[in-house]
């Protein structure tokens, strides 16, 4: 079977033997690494929406409010039953989570069934960062993991959570053994940005919020000091 077919196929078998191997790799004590179950998915969209809605910078510049749309937008990502909690093992609380999904070149947002204007300008800001650099195309593929999101709960910031999330979803998609293949993901924030090249991800693109105007007005007019939505790469061989 070739990689991209093996993309669509991914059992949940496959997953959960995978993510054993990478809680061996890790080797946690005072965490534990969990894969997002249905049940989780009410305690992770809280999550999802403290993280995005109060700090990322485009969500803010927008003061976007959270509404079932924007849940859908993360539950849809959630489906894809890649993604990883970190828990604290003393009082089980969610520490974090990285959000991974399987993204194929055809794939759309639904944007017209979108009716929350706000949402929309942030939806159609991400078309166009992925109409303007073609990731597929740059790597001749049609299938892609996506690092979708990545969120720490702000008590447990600034003890390297993030970047320890990171890692274990590289060593998650790196478990499955498919390979090569690649990773996509995108920070909007310089925090990001610092995690992303901490694991050694490759800059590709980068998209500067002053100059993405929608009919000559800039969209993303308060960012403060971050400036810029970058798009990063890892190849896995």
Not at 39 to 62: A, G, Q, T
Not at 85 to 93: I, Q, S, W
Request: net charge negative; glycine share 4%; charged share 30%.
């Amino acid at each position: 079977m070739n990689p991209e077919e093996r993309l669509k196929n991914i059992s949940q078998s496959d997953i959960r033997k995978a993510f054993d191997k990478t809680c061996e790799d890790i080797g946690l004590t005072e965490t534990k690494l969990e894969l997002v179950t249905e049940d989780r998915y009410p305690e992770v969209l809280e999550i999802l929406r403290d993280c995005f809605i109060n700090d990322e910078p485009l969500e803010k510049s927008l003061q976007l409010q959270w509404s079932s749309e924007m849940a859908g937008v993360w539950l849809n990502a959630l489906q894809h039953n890649m993604s990883i909690l970190l828990v604290n093992n003393e009082n089980n609380e969610i520490i974090g989570v990285r959000v991974i999904r399987v993204t194929r070149k055809t794939d759309q947002f639904e944007k017209d069934k979108c009716k929350d204007e706000q949402v929309l300008k942030l939806l159609n800001f991400f078309d166009y960062t992925t109409d303007t650099f073609d990731f597929f195309r740059k790597y001749n593929v049609s299938e892609i993991f996506e690092f979708f999101g990545l969120g720490v709960v702000s008590k447990y910031r600034r003890r390297g959570y993030g970047t320890l999330l990171m890692e274990a979803g590289v060593k998650l998609i790196n478990n499955l053994e498919i390979k090569p293949c690649f990773i996509r993901g995108s920070a909007s924030s310089n925090f990001a940005k610092t995690i992303f090249e901490k694991c050694e991800f490759e800059t590709v693109a980068d998209f500067p919020y002053c100059d993405y105007n929608v009919e000559d007005c800039i969209v993303f007019d308060d960012t403060g000091e971050h400036k810029s939505m970058t798009v990063y790469s890892k190849c896995l061989e």
